[in-house]
């Protein structure tokens, strides 16, 4: 009973993969619908294919030596970046200007009251989440040198290491080639290449994210004595998830059910396993509960209620008039409010008043004209869209690029076809492997070790592609779903060139073909 409890599971989560995957395929054909007809298309797929067949002979090469050299790899493609940073410095824009200049004011001694009393934070005081961020940036500045810069240059670092981190996830899942696949896939998505360059706070959270799946191999590996230094690990790297943006909680769910339906282990220790999920989500539920109270005493000021900022992410996310996007009026009407001379708990209460009005408006309006679906591609469409990193790039940057004479308007094509074709290559290649995911749970693949890493990959790209799609969306939004689509191209790569090694003299045969 226990047993097909778990396979019912994991054929599901498997089926509900290859719906997601095969919707992330159609959306991006879509959204590029003005490239399809011309020549730059075809030519960026032969491009991607030829891409694609030399690192593939790369990790044939890496899959031989030493791991140092994939170490090397790695530091190798870091020093073009290096060479943007220095010789085309950016001006911050958007977010990444917000954490900029609020890390700047504490390292220039102002307090965060003194940003509050001067009405500086504005927005911040119900996004939580962009405090941390700028606290890490000052913290970074009071160590090293107080220029963003040296955020680019953490990211890079960064972006290197999570490479590092799925090769060691993949490694222990599948095997060591699968490891190289998925580090090498993550690091060349050609947004997450150049956006890497800037200063977006996307990479702290996924270095977090990447360890804490490393914990979480641990914990179910760990003796007795080693269980609960695992299980402390693992609490931490979920908060710092958590920490930075507030979609941990879907991570965490994820997690729970994993253990919970995961095979192996003991098959009747249901409970076991219930208090297993008790003892990492509670501590990590009860923080993010608490954190609101938390931050008011860590930061001095006040700061809206978890619940504002959940209305303001759902208003945004179903607002029609912006396709679930960043709504400027929404925003202005927010800052209104906050400019106001009334009381700060009233101010908090009117916002989130006219956030759930809103919310409920919008929601309702969609549900009552039948185009719930048709919303939630559209959002789909906007999150899909693969050249977000060039166009940060190249707006943060056109001063540089006006001095070079460098048009955006004339790289605006390629760089779309590009990147589009990379999508559709990488998304067809996930489509293949979820489709072998959905066959190992069907025909009940013996290696346990494999079957939970599938179903661990799933339950990640599923829900955070999902939930992604219930608030508001912007297209770098899409970074943290890189994760476990690496770890599921790689090992669903690593297994098809084990199949056809092992059936390639069957298939030659039936095909009529001579060995080679």
């Known amino acids: 009973m226990v047993q097909t409890v778990q396979r019912s599971v994991q054929i599901a989560v498997a089926g509900i993969t290859v719906l997601v995957v095969g919707w992330l395929l159609v959306a991006t054909w879509q959204v590029n619908l003005p490239y399809r007809n011309q020549q730059a298309l075809p030519f960026a797929l032969w491009l991607v294919g030829i891409l694609a067949i030399l690192g593939g002979l790369g990790i044939y090469w890496l899959s031989r030596r030493f791991t140092g050299w994939y170490l090397l790899t790695l530091v190798l493609a870091s020093l073009p970046k290096l060479g943007l940073i220095f010789l085309l410095p950016i001006k911050p824009q958007s977010d ?17 009251q003194d940003l509050f009393d001067k009405q500086w934070l504005d927005f911040s005081v119900i996004s939580p989440h962009v405090f941390h961020i700028s606290s890490t940036f000052h913290w970074i500045y009071w160590l090293t040198f107080s220029h963003y810069q040296v955020i680019q240059l ?63 191999y641990r914990l179910i590996t760990s003796d007795h004595g080693r269980f609960w230094r695992a299980a402390l690990g693992l609490i931490v790297c979920l908060l710092l998830v958590n920490f930075y943006r507030p979609n941990g909680v879907v991570i965490l769910m994820a997690i729970g059910l994993w253990l919970v339906f995961r095979i192996g282990g003991n098959q009747a220790g249901w409970r076991k396993r219930l208090l297993m999920v008790a003892l990492i989500a509670g501590p990590v539920l009860l923080v993010d509960q608490q954190s609101t109270n938390l931050d008011k005493l860590v930061y001095g000021i006040p700061i809206a209620d978890r619940s504002v900022e959940t209305a303001y992410t759902l208003a945004t996310g179903w607002n029609r008039n912006s396709s679930g996007m960043y709504n400027y009026d929404l925003v202005n009407r927010i800052e209104e409010i906050n400019r106001s001379d009334r009381p700060v708990a009233q101010k908090f209460t009117t916002m989130q008043d006219y956030l759930t009005d809103n919310f409920h408006k919008n929601f309702s309006t969609t549900l009552h004209r039948g185009e719930l679906l048709t919303f939630l591609h559209t959002k789909l469409k906007i999150l899909v869209n693969g050249n977000f990193g060039f166009n940060f790039f190249f707006v943060e940057n056109q001063a540089q690029l006006n001095r070079y004479h460098v048009n955006r308007d004339q790289w605006r094509s390629p760089v779309t076809a590009f990147t589009t074709a990379f999508q559709l290559v990488l998304f067809t290649v996930l489509l293949g492997t979820s489709l072998v995911g959905l066959l190992m749970a069907w025909s009940r693949y013996r290696d346990n070790r494999v079957q939970n890493g599938f179903l661990l990959m799933n339950l990640l790209l599923d829900g955070l592609v999902l939930s992604s799609l219930l608030v508001e969306v912007q297209p770098r939004y899409q970074i943290i779903w890189y994760v476990p689509m690496a770890l599921l191209a790689g090992a669903g790569i690593a297994y098809a060139c084990a199949a056809w090694s092992l059936y390639r003299p069957h298939v030659l045969k039936w095909a009529g073909l001579p060995e080679f």
């Open 96 to 112: 990444m200007w917000s954490y900029n200049f609020e890390a700047q004011m504490l390292l220039a001694r102002f307090s965060w």
């Open 154 to 216: 953490v990211n890079i670092v960064l972006v290197a290491i999570c490479s590092w981190l799925i090769f060691v996830l993949l490694r222990r899942i599948v095997s060591r080639t699968a490891g190289l696949i998925g580090g090498l896939i993550f690091f060349f998505i050609p947004s997450n290449y150049v956006y890497s360059c800037l200063m977006g706070a996307e990479y702290f959270q996924l270095t977090a994210f990447l360890l804490a799946l490393l914990g979480l």
